[in-house]
């Protein structure tokens, strides 16, 4: 019998709010396609019933190839893409090198470009699609030490929303999440690039370095306050996806909130005093 489950397309599905996307749409009927972008996770996914192809927002060849296999098993069938994948490089912004900001751009901003810009011909063949991207309190809300993350994803605020503006005229829907602090790995998995790039202890800043960023860093403790799971976001996810008319963008956690609104309210002295003092 043909497979007539909605298909989604989720990047990064190792950990965090990929994984958990792709597990809370699996249970809600939809074919997901949980793409990793490390061999041994796609096992741990193909292990758990997922089809999951390798997919390396910094590699093009992989993004052609997992869409390739996935349009194969489907028939040409593409109802909506989740790009999730995402990294950090922590570190002042006078310390960062200029190849450290085109690697993470790679990957937080223009390998997603590269995988919309391939399936929405997909989309407008068949009549309709979702696009969501996943952004930040940090897209719109700087924070000290976050730079480079900082950078992709204002970038990518702006490169969605005049996406969404452009896509007025088709069947195709263009969807922001913006969470605040969720439970996830990026703590973590930041840290070999911030061993690679950023030369801390050559740094003017070396005794903020070591009294604030590397605590942070490389000590482990509890959730920060007003943390949330990431099924959190997987609920705006399946607002996104299953509601006949979708927000443009859904706020996640309640600093998002609050920063959404003070950003509207505050002279620009006035949130930078705030942002610092968090």
Same mark, same amino acid.
């Given at each position: 019998?043909?497979?007539?489950?909605?298909?989604?397309?989720?990047?990064?599905?190792?950990?965090?709010?990929? #994984?958990? &996307?792709?597990?809370? *749409?699996? =249970? +809600?009927?939809?074919? /997901?396609?949980? %793409?990793?972008?490390?061999?041994?996770?796609?096992?741990?996914?193909?292990?758990?019933?997922?089809?999951?192809?390798?997919?390396?927002?910094?590699?093009?060849?992989?993004?052609?190839?997992?869409?390739?296999?996935?349009?194969?098993?489907?028939?040409?069938?593409?109802?909506?893409?989740?790009?999730?994948?995402?990294?950090?490089?922590?570190?002042?912004?006078?310390?960062?090198?200029?190849?450290?900001?085109?690697?993470?751009?790679?990957?937080? #901003?223009? &390998?997603?470009?590269? *995988?919309? =810009? +391939?399936?929405?011909? /997909?989309?407008? %063949?068949?009549?309709?699609?979702?696009?969501?991207?996943?952004?930040?309190?940090?897209?719109?809300?700087?924070?000290?030490?976050?730079?480079?993350?900082?950078?992709?994803?204002?970038?990518?605020?702006?490169?969605?929303?005049?996406?969404?503006?452009?896509?007025?005229?088709?069947?195709?829907?263009?969807?922001?999440?913006?969470?605040?602090?969720?439970?996830?790995?990026?703590?973590?998995?930041?840290?070999?690039?911030?061993?690679?790039?950023?030369?801390?202890?050559?740094?003017?800043?070396?005794?903020?370095?070591?009294?604030?960023?590397?605590?942070?860093?490389?000590?482990?403790?509890?959730?920060?306050?007003?943390?949330?799971?990431?099924?959190?976001?997987?609920?705006?996810?399946?607002?996104?996806?299953?509601?006949?008319?979708?927000?443009?963008?859904?706020?996640?956690?309640?600093?998002?909130?609050?920063?959404?609104?003070?950003?509207?309210?505050?002279?620009?002295?006035?949130?930078?005093?705030?942002?610092?003092?968090?």
């Amino acid at each position: 019998m043909p497979d007539d489950r909605p298909v989604v397309l989720i990047t990064g599905c190792s950990s965090g709010i990929g #994984l958990d &996307g792709a597990r809370t *749409l699996a =249970r +809600r009927g939809w074919r /997901v396609f949980a %793409a990793c972008r490390k061999p041994e996770d796609c096992a741990r996914r193909v292990a758990e019933g997922f089809d999951s192809p390798q997919l390396d927002y910094t590699d093009p060849h992989s993004i052609e190839t997992a869409l390739a296999q996935l349009l194969a098993a489907t028939g040409g069938r593409l109802d909506a893409v989740f790009n999730n994948g995402a990294h950090a490089t922590p570190g002042a912004v006078e310390d960062l090198p200029t190849e450290a900001l085109r690697a993470i751009f790679e990957a937080n #901003l223009f &390998g997603w470009h590269d *995988l919309t =810009r +391939r399936v929405l011909p /997909v989309m407008r %063949a068949q009549g309709h699609g979702r696009i969501v991207n996943c952004s930040s309190v940090l897209g719109f809300t700087p924070l000290k030490w976050r730079g480079a993350y900082v950078a992709t994803k204002y970038a990518l605020e702006g490169l969605t929303h005049v996406l969404r503006l452009e896509m007025r005229d088709t069947p195709i829907h263009v969807i922001l999440i913006e969470p605040g602090p969720i439970t996830s790995r990026i703590r973590v998995n930041s840290i070999p690039h911030f061993e690679r790039w950023i030369d801390w202890e050559n740094s003017p800043r070396a005794g903020l370095y070591r009294n604030t960023l590397l605590k942070r860093l490389y000590t482990a403790k509890g959730p920060d306050r007003f943390e949330l799971p990431p099924s959190a976001v997987s609920a705006r996810l399946v607002h996104a996806l299953e509601s006949p008319r979708p927000r443009p963008r859904y706020h996640v956690t309640t600093p998002t909130r609050a920063m959404a609104i003070l950003g509207r309210l505050l002279p620009l002295r006035a949130m930078d005093w705030l942002v610092n003092k968090g």
